[in-house]
C-alpha cells in the first residue's frame, strides 16, 4: 500500500502562482447534454492580439515582453485601476488578506483580462475577474489538499 504523504502545505505558495483554478467535476450524466464552447481557432486570435498588444506596449524595454513580467512601476503605468476598481479590489485584499504580491499579480492578470478584450484601461470587471482566479487565496485550500 502506497505511503500518504500528510506533510501540511506551505502557505507562501500561492502567492506565487497568478492563477488559482478550482474546476468542479461534471456528473457523468451531465456531459452528453453540454453545448460546444469556444472554437480553439477564435480564442488563440484573441490570445495572438493580446500578446501583440503587450509587445507593442513593452516595445524598447529589455527583457520585457508581456504582463507577467511587468516591474512594479509598469503596473502602475498600465494596470492601474480606476477610482471604482480600487475600492473593488481594496475590498478583495481586505476580506482576504491578501499580500503585497498577490495585489500585483491580480493587477498583471486584470490587465491580461484587459487586453484579451482588447480595453484600454483597467476596469472593475477585469479586477472581478482577476480576483476570482485566487481560489488558494480563499483559506482552507491547505486542508483540503489542493
Known amino acids: 500500500m502506497a505511503a500518504i504523504n500528510k506533510r501540511k502545505a506551505d502557505p507562501r505558495i500561492p502567492d506565487r502562482i497568478d492563477l488559482h483554478v478550482e474546476v468542479p467535476v461534471v ?12 472554437p480553439s481557432a477564435v480564442i488563440r486570435e484573441r490570445v ?7 509587445e507593442r506596449r513593452f516595445q ?3 527583457g520585457i515582453h508581456c504582463n507577467a513580467q511587468m516591474t512594479e512601476r509598469m503596473i502602475h503605468q498600465y494596470a492601474e ?5 480600487l475600492d473593488l ?7 482576504l488578506k491578501l499580500s503585497a504580491r498577490a495585489y500585483n499579480r491580480i493587477l498583471k492578470v ?3 483580462i484587459a487586453d484579451l478584450e482588447g480595453c484600454e484601461r483597467v476596469q472593475s470587471q477585469h479586477i472581478a475577474e482577476a480576483v476570482g482566479y485566487r ?9 483540503r489538499g489542493v
Do not use: C, H, V, Y
Open 48 to 54: 495572438l492580439k493580446a500578446r501583440q498588444i503587450q
Open 110 to 112: 486584470a490587465r491580461t
Open 27 to 38: 456528473p457523468f450524466k451531465d456531459l452528453s447534454k453540454m453545448q460546444p464552447g469556444e
Open 89 to 95: 479590489l481594496r475590498m478583495a485584499m481586505e476580506r
Open 60 to 62: 524598447g524595454q529589455k
Open 81 to 85: 485601476p480606476d477610482e471604482s476598481s
Open 135 to 143: 481560489n488558494l487565496d480563499r483559506g482552507d485550500w491547505a486542508e
